[in-house]
């Protein structure tokens, strides 16, 4: 059986299990104030060209964007999201359990349009009932998005300027980061870093264990960050398990090797289902592929692969996604190919 499920069916990438194995025995403070942490600190800061950034790590995406958004929005402030985005349809409410409504604004292959929430933040404060209103606090976007689509550096440098017109930070949410950044043509880490007030380098869906990195390019925002994250529970004990992974995913140039590695093979898996007359449903240039499949086919290929719908089985035919990985070998391609 192979699997395309999500990008994290496997364990750990074995430069970072090594890097793990290799450290076991190390005793170390705990809660990350030790070395592997604040050697995976500094190589982050360099990557992202940011040499004063805060950086914080947790364990998962959920945890990560409820905390975060917890601590730069007000005690009754909102969040704009697009109807589509992770923390409105796939995180059980876990940003609305701490207060904060997700503003959702329509979705355009996953995107938020920059006219649009400017539009929508001038109309909110023109608007002389607003104070009976939620407030938008904040902007969130992922990159890549919920959809396995890409914001343009364009985009990217109007949301960051309608942010900075309304004072509100721009967070983008980077579970699948690597991937975006191998298969986006012009966005940069140093751009995400630049354009972002505050974003997360995620781990899990990149070859680690577990773990996301949160970097604040202005340390302001995030004021006694740490006691917030200790009342989400968000910091782990043995915190130099997340430095040891992030140390290795950003030593020789893991972190984008994995995300070139599960996007090259994902292309591939487009370029066979697109050769068998079938059609996508969302143009994604990243290791998430959706296609429409008649459902003797799906029926098929699940005999022998695992993969997801992504939404209700049709009578006739199904949407259905597949996701690569660092784990995905070129073998499992051609193994899906014969299946088609």
Avoid at 225 to 233: I, S, V
Avoid at 246 to 273: C, Q, S
């Amino acid at each position: 059986m192979i699997h395309f499920d999500c990008d994290y069916m496997a364990g750990a990438h074995p430069e970072v299990l090594d890097a793990i194995v290799k450290n076991n025995l190390v005793q170390t403070a705990g809660y990350g104030s030790d070395n592997f942490c604040a050697r995976a600190k500094d190589l982050i800061r360099e990557a992202c060209g940011t040499p004063e950034a805060a950086v914080h790590f947790m364990v998962g995406g959920t945890q990560t964007n409820s905390t975060v958004l917890d601590g730069i929005l007000g005690r009754i402030d909102g969040v704009i999201a697009a109807e589509t985005g992770h923390i409105n349809v796939h995180e059980s409410g876990a940003v609305e359990l701490f207060s904060h409504k997700v503003i959702a604004l329509p979705s355009h292959d996953g995107k938020l349009c920059p006219a649009e929430v400017r539009g929508y933040l001038h109309d909110f404060y023109a608007d002389d009932t607003n104070e009976h209103m939620v407030a938008p606090g904040a902007v969130y976007i992922s990159f890549p998005t919920e959809l396995g689509t890409l914001y343009t550096l364009g985009e990217l440098e109007q949301l960051s300027t309608v942010c900075q017109e309304y004072n509100i930070p721009l967070y983008i949410d980077g579970a699948r980061l690597g991937h975006g950044l191998a298969a986006s043509p012009d966005v940069t880490l140093p751009d995400i870093a630049r354009l972002a007030d505050v974003f997360y380098i995620g781990g899990t869906k990149m070859g680690a264990l577990f773990g996301e990195a949160v970097v604040c390019t202005h340390k302001s925002l995030l004021p006694r960050f740490f006691p917030l994250m200790k009342a989400h529970g968000a910091v782990l004990a043995k915190g130099r398990l997340l430095g040891m992974q992030f140390e290795a995913l950003f030593t020789r140039n893991l972190y984008l090797r994995i995300g070139h590695h599960a996007v090259g093979l994902a292309l591939r898996l487009r370029k066979a289902l697109e050769s068998k007359g079938f059609k996508p449903f969302i143009d994604s240039p990243t290791n998430q592929q959706f296609f429409v499949l008649p459902n003797e086919v799906i029926d098929r290929i699940q005999a022998h692969a695992t993969f997801e719908y992504w939404g209700p089985r049709g009578e006739s035919e199904s949407r259905v996604r597949f996701v690569t990985s660092w784990e995905t070998t070129e073998q499992d391609i051609a193994t899906l190919e014969q299946l088609l």
